[in-house]
């Protein structure tokens, strides 16, 4: 009986993209960390600019503003390390996202 083998597809993408393990990230200093190594370029800088704001403006007793910045931010180092979104906007990029 003749062996019959499938060539199996690596779930790579093609532009080599791998995810990294995820950091804990349970303070601002840690998403900071996070955000440095793992984030996209520029989040570490504009999340930094747009916590200052948030928090200038913010009451004294609400800082609901800057908590919705952190929340946001730590999303962005999630997107980043999922391989899925980030073949997504890879395809999406090159033009391949049609609707």
């Not at 960390?33 to 996209?40: D, E, H, I, T, V």
């Not at 929340?71 to 090159?94: G, K």
Request: aromatic content about 6%.
């Amino acid at each position: 009986m003749p062996f019959h083998q499938e060539q199996i597809m690596s779930a790579q993408p093609e532009h080599g993209w791998t995810a990294m393990p995820l950091p804990e990230i349970r303070t601002v200093d840690d998403l900071r960390s996070a955000l440095s190594r793992y984030g996209f370029p520029g989040d570490r800088e504009r999340f930094e600019e747009e916590l200052a704001a948030a928090i200038g403006a913010s009451p004294t007793n609400d800082l609901t503003g800057a908590a919705a910045v952190v929340r946001a931010y730590r999303h962005r180092v999630l997107i980043r390390n999922s391989p899925d979104i980030m073949a997504a906007l890879e395809e999406a990029r090159a033009g391949g996202g049609g609707a």
